[in-house]
């Protein structure tokens, strides 16, 4: 039996279409191992949102390559949609797989390994100084129009063509945790100045709500009760297909079996008085909301392009806390971003303070080639980043220690995922529907069970 290890870097639609493409390679008869065994093929899906993930992703390939130089090592997703001249001349990598071709993973491999299996000669080694000709030639090009030197690169399509279809991805086992991840979106039409995604993922696209609702009624029979839904703009789901994320959302409240519905990163925009007064009536839906700010300050906003202001995005934190008692609002932000002074800095820390958010998931601005940002005056040191980085974290972890403390002595509803053991005791932890991590102590075995108890910190 051939060995196949997997490693997924980057966001949740990235960890999703890892699972799917493992679950791929099953059915071909591969055998999953752990990513640090010897494998017979290597499948890493990268990430390319920040200067790190590209770095990331390039060791995670040569680390593949290290640990079995005999080994196809396949590189999917966002880095080499993106970095297509610099992984096309990557000995590491025998294999690209850009996005939206992720489903073709057996078949691509299969003819790898026929082409391999052959004499190499003329017409089954592309020469990488010929320009493309055909149609199927035009899927592995560079941005200079001239054949990769790889025996098989595919690549989905540029934002000068249309985009195609939704690709259906599917999981109905996850490997990991007792809640499952659930692609339901594809794409980015906003344009963000500092955002290389809408180039590494394309234009908005939506998967039929029939094959969502079939797909967690699937992962509701194979005894998972709570799904997260996840998509690249998650806000824009249905706008190519005439319905809106709300109409999924009650269809799949509807499926039995299923008690737990987290939304994953969410546009301000999204947050409508319709919109939230409906989800408060769904009680599936856990009262966890990451809404993206980027910046508490209007003027970095505005040179974001994020479209909206700091007083509109704090009026949603309100519509929220409107219907819920005690939401957790999660958001990320990026310091450093061109031309941010230290005035502009202070106004996001003090606009956060004003919010009180839950967690906030601090960034450092990553410059990225082909972004409007990228060519703005007033790029910031990384010694400057690092330290707005370090003043804002300490930032949130106060107010994360506000949130979590106003649990104590309450009752919770947990969905218990592991078991601990901590200074010879034993434990199991899980999460409340806002997405605080609670403990109880006990010899039983609670994995994905769903308990009222009593909120517990452990401290280590």
């Not at 990268?46 to 993930?53: D, G, K």
């Not at 004499?119 to 560079?142: F, G, H, I, L, Y």
């Amino acid at each position: 039996m051939k060995r196949a290890a997997l490693h997924s870097l980057g966001c949740k639609v990235n960890s999703y279409e890892t699972e799917a493409m493992r679950q791929m390679l099953e059915a071909e008869g591969y055998e999953i191992v752990p990513f640090h065994e010897k494998a017979d093929l290597y499948v890493i899906n990268t990430c390319s949102v920040t200067n790190v993930a590209d770095r990331k992703s390039r060791q995670m390939l040569h680390r593949a390559r290290k640990q079995n130089p005999d080994a196809i090592i396949a590189a999917a997703g966002c880095y080499v949609q993106t970095s297509r001249e610099q992984a096309g001349s990557d000995p590491a990598i025998d294999i690209i797989i850009g996005n939206n071709r992720k489903q073709d993973l057996a078949a691509i491999i299969r003819e790898f390994e026929e082409s391999r299996a052959r004499k190499p000669d003329e017409s089954s080694v592309p020469d990488p100084e010929k320009n493309c000709a055909s149609e199927q030639e035009e899927s592995c090009t560079s941005e200079s129009g001239k054949c990769l030197a790889k025996q098989a690169v595919f690549m989905s399509p540029d934002l000068n063509r249309p985009d195609p279809a939704y690709e259906n991805l599917k999981v109905s086992h996850p490997a990991e945790h007792t809640r499952a991840f659930l692609k339901v979106q594809d794409g980015c039409n906003q344009f963000c100045s500092y955002c290389i995604i809408p180039y590494a993922r394309g234009r908005v696209r939506s998967r039929q709500p029939e094959d969502v609702i079939r797909e967690t009624r699937e992962l509701a029979a194979n005894g998972y009760q709570e799904i997260v839904l996840t998509g690249i703009h998650l806000s824009s789901y249905g706008t190519d297909l005439g319905c809106a994320l709300i109409d999924l959302i009650r269809e799949l409240h509807a499926v039995e079996g299923i008690r737990r519905i987290r939304l994953g990163s969410l546009e301000p925009g999204v947050i409508t008085e319709s919109f939230v007064r409906e989800l408060a009536g769904l009680n599936k839906v856990c009262p966890h909301f990451h809404l993206s700010l980027q910046s508490g300050s209007n003027t970095v906003l505005k040179r974001m392009n994020r479209r909206y202001t700091a007083e509109e995005y704090f009026d949603k934190c309100g519509l929220l806390r409107k219907y819920y008692e005690h939401p957790a609002l999660t958001t990320d932000i990026i310091v450093g971003f061109p031309g941010e002074t230290r005035e502009e800095f202070a106004e996001t820390c003090a606009f956060v303070k004003r919010v009180s958010f839950y967690e906030i998931h601090v960034f450092k601005y990553s410059k990225r080639s082909r972004t409007a940002a990228a060519r703005m005056d007033g790029q910031l040191t990384e010694q400057i980043k690092a330290e707005r980085s370090r003043e804002l974290l300490k930032v949130s972890e106060e107010m994360k220690e506000r949130f979590v403390s106003w649990y104590e002595g309450r009752k919770v509803e947990v969905l218990f995922e592991e078991p601990v053991t901590v200074n010879g005791r034993n434990y199991y932890e899980g999460f409340t529907p806002e997405y605080v991590k609670t403990w109880i102590c006990t010899d039983e075995s609670l994995r994905n069970r769903i308990k009222m108890v009593e909120f517990f910190r452990l401290i280590v």
